[in-house]
Each structure stands twice: as structure tokens, then as C-alpha cells.
């Protein structure tokens, strides 16, 4: 098991992406934490896994959940060995000129909260114990940091930031922490939902046929599923393997930058809007 003995917290672990993080993680032989909003979600996880995990209820815009899943985690385990920052919100493409004028403050402070903030709130509580045990961190980006087309404005921007703050972070944590990310492409059987600001907050990803849409376009043939991405998350967490492995962002995205984007002049689409 190849990472037996280790010790992870994983934000956003109850559903989709996160879920597959930890049952992988688990199955590897680590012990996890787990910090997210949804109550029956964490009981899940708890019946499934048992004294191997433990389920911490928070909103991740907030230091203070963080702060509490960090105490509680190296209380129930003794250690923190890998922080993986993954709860996020899509915005479903929607472009700026469908976001109400009136809306688009609420709306980029809500997805840069959850997106951005999230990471850099979970960076700063976890820190400590990562630098005591040489420990790593990991977060999720999305293949939307590279192409336009992978989300709106709002969500490729917060994606962008999030390549930014893997850079400088482990720029500023070397050599005691490694800081690496990973950018799914489409994630099949995931749950990502959209912000409240958009009236999104109840629209589920899987409303999306992605295997339809998406997987006929890649030269991978497929779209993954939350399953199959999920042992990437544990390569970089792994010690033996990744000794210098830091500031590397992985593109997982089925060949989407080999082969183009789908199409060009999306601002014809204005027209509907202005004339």
C-alpha cells in the first residue's frame, strides 16, 4: 500500500471527485480527515470507513474550519502528512454577459471564496503540522486553467489563480513542503454543483453529458471517471517517488490540448444579446 502510515486531510471529500480521493487513500493505507458542509455526506463516509477516517463539518471560506479540521485530524491521528485542497464550484460556462450586473460582485466573491480563498485558507492552517512532518500538499485545478472553454469567466479565472498560488507556494515552502496540483478535464459520477449568487447552487454537473459531449473529441477516446483520476492524487502524495517533485501542476485532461478546442468566434453569440 503505498501510503501506508500516512495521514491526509481532503477538503470537499464527501461526493464526486473527493469521495474517490478518500476511498482510494483509505484503500492505500492512509488515514484520513475530512472537511466538508454536507452532514449526511460525512456519515457516509464515516459507516463506509470507520476509525479510519474522521468527518469534520465547516464551510471552507472560513479560517476557522480549517482550523478546526487540522486540530481535530492531528488529534485523532498525530500527524498531518499530505493536505489536499479539492472543494470547488463550477459555473457551468455561464459567460459574462449573462451574469446580472447587479449579481457579478456576489458572484466572483462567492466562486474566488470557495475556489481560491478555500486553498489559500486551508495552505495556512495545515502549514505547521505539514512543516513538522516534511509533508506535501496538493490541490485540485482543472483543465480550464489552461483552455478557455472549460468553465466562464469567473470559474477559468479562479482556476488560474489556483496555478498561481501551487507556484508560489511551493516556492515559498521548499524544501519542507512539497506543493503540487492536478487539472481534471471532465470528471464522470462527480457532483459539482454551481454558486448560490447564480441560482446554481442546485444544479448538479451530472446534468451534463460529458462521456456525449466531450469524450468523442479526446484523443483519450473517453472522459474519466472520479475513480480514474484519483490515482493521481495518490502518486503525489506518495514520498518515495516524488522526493523532488514540487510546483508541477499535472494536466489531466484526455489529450484536450493536443487536439484544439471546439470551435472559435463564441462572441457571435453576442448578437443575440445586443441586437
Not at 493536505?83 to 450586473?101: C, K, R
Not at 517517488?241 to 490540448?257: A, I, P, Q, W
Request: contains cysteine; charged residues 20%.
Amino acid at each position: 500500500m503505498k501510503l501506508k502510515g500516512e495521514v491526509a486531510l481532503i477538503t470537499g471529500g464527501s461526493a464526486g471527485l473527493g469521495r474517490a480521493i478518500v476511498d482510494r487513500y483509505i484503500a492505500e493505507g492512509a488515514r484520513v480527515a475530512v472537511l466538508d458542509k454536507s452532514v449526511s455526506g460525512l456519515d457516509e463516509l464515516r459507516n463506509r470507513h470507520g476509525d479510519a477516517l474522521i468527518g469534520i463539518e465547516g464551510d471552507v471560506r472560513f479560517l476557522d474550519s480549517h482550523q478546526e479540521a487540522v486540530a481535530r485530524c492531528t488529534e485523532a491521528f498525530g500527524k498531518l502528512d499530505c493536505l489536499v485542497g479539492n472543494a470547488g464550484v463550477w459555473d457551468f460556462s455561464t459567460q459574462l454577459v449573462e451574469i446580472p450586473a447587479d449579481r457579478l460582485d456576489e458572484a466572483f466573491d462567492e466562486m474566488f471564496a470557495v475556489n481560491v480563498k478555500g486553498y489559500v485558507l486551508a495552505a495556512k492552517a495545515a502549514l505547521p503540522s505539514l512543516y513538522k512532518s516534511r509533508g506535501s500538499a496538493i490541490f485540485t485545478a482543472s483543465s480550464a486553467a489552461f483552455y478557455a472553454g472549460g468553465g466562464g469567466v469567473l470559474y477559468t479565472a479562479s482556476k488560474n489563480a489556483v496555478i498561481g498560488l501551487i507556484k508560489q507556494l511551493a516556492y515559498e515552502w521548499g524544501p519542507h513542503v512539497r506543493v503540487n496540483g492536478i487539472a481534471p478535464g471532465g470528471v464522470l459520477g462527480t457532483d459539482l454543483r454551481g454558486p448560490e449568487t447564480l441560482n446554481l447552487q442546485d444544479t448538479s454537473i451530472k446534468a451534463v453529458p460529458l462521456a456525449d459531449a466531450l469524450g468523442p473529441a479526446l484523443p483519450a477516446g473517453c472522459v474519466a471517471s472520479a475513480d480514474e483520476y484519483a490515482g493521481a492524487y495518490v502518486f503525489f502524495a506518495t514520498r518515495e517517488d516524488t522526493v523532488s517533485l514540487t510546483g508541477s501542476v499535472l494536466n489531466y485532461d484526455g489529450g484536450m490540448g493536443v487536439r484544439g478546442l471546439f470551435g472559435a468566434n463564441l462572441g457571435a453569440q453576442l448578437d443575440k444579446h445586443f441586437t
